[in-house]
């Protein structure tokens, strides 16, 4: 429907069930073509990273929440959460990433077209650390589909269609989910049923 159509086009993702959130932004300043090409697998960690937005429901309002994985083990290296859409919501999840990672190497740095993955602050920062962006061709979300895929599973595993009753609440269960579920325990068919942490600790092993 046309609603679905503007949410793809701006870079908002609905759970189902859910009545989409009113703040929705607009189309990014800069668009880039994809760089990604849809190669999912990532033979070493810190080549390519992709980032998402999605948004929980809470009795206080909307929780949103963007992330950023390493398509080589599929780990979320990177995750924020405001209760408003603003620019720095993304910029904080690419933050911890970087700061956890510290890559040696250029990255490339895949998201939608989101307005937020146009901002001049988003383009700074990305050139500032080594990281080339990289977008989605509008209103193809198979461009994107690894960071989906994940948000799905939150939802389905996790979620499961509740409604939070504070974002205090939300935010505490979706970082256990992240963090202590996800990353660490989670088995993924795509990296031979062994979680994210797992993955990455054999792949060490392996150089």
Not at 147 to 160: C, D, G, T
């Amino acid at each position: 429907d046309g609603g679905a159509r503007i949410m793809r086009e701006r870079g908002i993702r609905a759970s189902r069930g859910y009545k989409t959130p009113s703040n929705v932004v607009g189309m990014p300043a800069v668009v880039v073509p994809t760089g990604l090409q849809r190669r999912f697998a990532v033979e070493q960690p810190d080549v390519a990273w992709v980032t998402d937005v999605t948004y929980i429901r809470t009795w206080q309002g909307w929780l949103y929440l963007a992330v950023v994985m390493d398509l080589h083990s599929r780990m979320i290296i990177g995750w924020s959460m405001q209760p408003t859409l603003v620019r720095d919501l993304v910029l904080d999840a690419l933050l911890m990433a970087v700061w956890r990672r510290k890559p040696k190497q250029r990255v490339i740095m895949h998201s939608d077209q989101g307005s937020q993955y146009g901002s001049d602050d988003w383009v700074r920062f990305c050139k500032a650390h080594k990281l080339d962006p990289s977008m989605s061709r509008r209103g193809n979300c198979w461009d994107n589909a690894v960071a989906e895929s994940f948000f799905s599973s939150l939802k389905k595993e996790r979620i499961r269609k509740k409604v939070y009753r504070t974002r205090s609440l939300a935010r505490a269960d979706i970082f256990d989910y992240v963090e202590m579920f996800y990353n660490r325990t989670r088995r993924h068919s795509h990296l031979g049923s062994v979680s994210p942490e797992a993955f990455e600790n054999a792949s060490k092993l392996a150089l």
